[in-house]
């Protein structure tokens, strides 16, 4: 079955602002690290920013103090909250979860090891 879902993707102009949000499943918010890649036309995906079942967080070093990642609890859903868009941030963006630690950290630095993936949320921002 599905387990992860995102939303909110759009088009914005530079400056601008956008709020993702990844629905999961209980077992995979409760247990799994969860984190959002994006991958533009013809890159590599990447590792955005990542959260862990505690909730505690960690960012890429081009999106630190822009984007914020967040986790309702109540809603088994985790945010990205993305703020002074550029044109580079356009890319189709995932929400991915990870086991392979525990829960307890969210590695962006590759693909490798995430065991769910959502289906994607295209960002599209203008100059």
């Known amino acids: 079955q599905v387990q992860l879902v995102e939303s909110g993707g759009g088009s914005v102009q530079a400056g601008g602002s956008l709020r993702l949000s990844c629905a999961a499943s209980i077992f995979i918010y409760s247990r799994y690290c969860m984190a959002w890649f994006r991958q533009a036309p013809g890159k590599e995906r990447e590792g955005v920013a990542g959260a862990t079942v505690g909730g505690s967080t960690t960012y890429a070093d081009s999106v630190k103090g822009r984007f914020t990642i967040s986790k309702d609890y109540g809603k088994n859903t985790l945010y990205l909250q993305m703020n002074n868009l550029k044109p580079e941030d356009t890319a189709m963006y995932y929400c991915?979860?990870?086991?392979?630690?525990?829960?307890?950290?969210?590695?962006?630095?590759?693909?490798?090891?995430?065991?769910?993936w959502g289906q994607g949320t295209q960002v599209t921002v203008s100059s």
């Open positions: 991915a979860a990870t086991d392979q630690y525990g829960g307890t950290w969210c590695p962006l630095t590759g693909v490798v090891g995430y065991n769910f």
